[in-house]
């Protein structure tokens, strides 16, 4: 029996160092992570417990120190729920596509801009929700600015012949706000994507007898698909469990989730607090499954798990 080239045996040696050293890199970010994820866990966590006990019965002031169900079962049994959470779902999802689709392709069209397009990009970030919502009350109400300018210029009667987009039952008003609001966001993520893309991909694909759509679709799209991932999910999980917009933008009725909460929660009726609590983490719960879901899906793992199953 041979023994091993010393060569290949430094080399092994060199090898197994260098996993070591990235072991050890490893484990001290995680304890460098350690301090802030704590944190988080005892802030949420603690607040998660705490709001599952008092929903099944455990803890609260109406609560007799038994185990019931009997919260989730009057949420879950009510048909608001469920016009509630079809509504949640319908502004989340139809404001995301919305977004993500706009805000590719303006990102497409500012990739070879200055600094001044993610300058731009920039400026409704820092504006507060409260302050939109007030300026698309101020615009877009029956008696707002832009219903003024079409009565002065004869092109309406009376305000009530311009269309209701605050508090409508399609809730244009909301999904309004929530794109102008989102759009410059990801646009801002997705530029910084595109600008760290090496034009020699592109470059090639055209050498190779590409056109331009095709360049996007099989060059372009799949190396923007992080940034479309992260930046579509921040801002379906924010629409999804947001309040104040739906609240004062949003149709009368069904409510969205949030604000089937929040009336639950501030019910003078105090037994409907187990039942606003357990909303609540319905909705979290929603949530995260939906997340996961994306998540797993944009993996691609569905379609190899459907190609090795085709297989013979």
Same mark, same amino acid.
């Given at each position: 029996?041979?023994? *091993? =080239?010393?060569?290949?045996?430094?080399?092994?040696?060199?090898?197994?160092? !260098?996993?070591?050293?990235? @072991?050890?890199?490893?484990?001290?970010?995680?304890?460098?992570?350690?301090?802030?994820?704590?944190?988080?866990?005892?802030?949420?966590?603690?607040?998660?417990?705490? *709001?599952?006990?008092?929903?099944?019965?455990?803890?609260?002031?109406?609560?007799?120190?038994?185990?019931?169900?009997?919260?989730?079962?009057?949420?879950?049994?009510?048909?608001?729920?469920?016009?509630?959470?079809?509504?949640?779902?319908? &502004? $989340?999802?139809?404001?995301?596509?919305?977004?993500?689709?706009?805000?590719?392709?303006?990102?497409?069209?500012?990739?070879?801009?200055?600094?001044? %397009?993610?300058?731009?990009?920039?400026?409704?970030?820092?504006?507060?929700?409260?302050?939109?919502? $007030?300026? &698309?009350?101020?615009?877009?109400?029956? @008696?707002? #600015?832009?219903?003024?300018?079409?009565?002065?210029?004869? !092109?309406?009667?009376?305000?009530?012949?311009?269309?209701?987009?605050?508090?409508?039952? *399609?809730?244009?008003?909301?999904? &309004?706000?929530?794109? !102008?609001?989102?759009?410059?966001?990801?646009?801002? &993520?997705?530029? $910084?994507?595109?600008?760290?893309?090496?034009?020699?991909?592109?470059?090639?694909?055209?050498?190779?007898? %590409?056109?331009?759509?095709?360049?996007?679709? =099989?060059?372009?799209?799949?190396?923007?698909?992080?940034?479309?991932?992260? $930046?579509?999910?921040?801002?379906?999980?924010?629409?999804?469990? @947001?309040?104040?917009?739906?609240?004062?933008?949003?149709?009368?009725?069904?409510?969205?989730?949030?604000?089937?909460?929040?009336?639950?929660?501030?019910?003078?009726?105090?037994?409907?607090?187990?039942?606003?609590? *357990?909303?609540?983490?319905?909705?979290?719960?929603?949530?995260?499954?939906?997340?996961?879901?994306? #998540? !797993?899906?944009?993996?691609?793992?569905?379609?190899?798990?459907?190609?090795?199953?085709?297989?013979?």
């Amino acid at each position: 029996m041979t023994s *091993a =080239h010393p060569k290949l045996v430094r080399q092994r040696g060199r090898f197994g160092r !260098w996993r070591q050293q990235l @072991s050890e890199i490893s484990w001290q970010a995680y304890l460098l992570l350690l301090p802030a994820v704590s944190l988080i866990a005892v802030l949420f966590g603690g607040g998660l417990i705490l *709001a599952f006990l008092q929903s099944v019965g455990l803890l609260g002031l109406t609560s007799e120190g038994s185990l019931s169900l009997e919260a989730y079962r009057q949420a879950l049994g009510s048909g608001e729920f469920w016009q509630s959470l079809g509504l949640s779902l319908y &502004i $989340a999802l139809t404001t995301t596509v919305l977004s993500t689709v706009l805000s590719v392709g303006l990102a497409m069209l500012l990739q070879g801009t200055g600094r001044w %397009a993610s300058f731009a990009c920039q400026l409704t970030l820092p504006i507060p929700h409260l302050v939109g919502i $007030a300026g &698309i009350l101020l615009l877009l109400s029956p @008696s707002g #600015l832009l219903s003024r300018l079409l009565f002065s210029l004869g !092109w309406i009667s009376s305000d009530q012949d311009f269309p209701l987009l605050v508090n409508d039952g *399609a809730n244009f008003g909301v999904m &309004i706000h929530f794109l !102008w609001k989102e759009i410059p966001f990801m646009t801002l &993520i997705l530029l $910084a994507v595109l600008r760290g893309i090496r034009p020699e991909y592109g470059i090639q694909a055209r050498a190779l007898g %590409a056109n331009p759509w095709q360049c996007f679709w =099989h060059v372009t799209l799949p190396l923007m698909r992080p940034g479309i991932i992260s $930046a579509s999910l921040i801002v379906f999980g924010f629409i999804f469990g @947001s309040f104040e917009v739906p609240f004062l933008l949003g149709s009368t009725y069904p409510k969205t989730l949030p604000v089937l909460v929040y009336q639950a929660f501030t019910d003078v009726d105090l037994n409907q607090r187990a039942v606003a609590i *357990a909303l609540g983490l319905i909705l979290s719960a929603i949530s995260m499954s939906l997340i996961a879901c994306y #998540l !797993w899906l944009s993996s691609g793992k569905p379609y190899r798990w459907l190609v090795g199953r085709r297989q013979p």
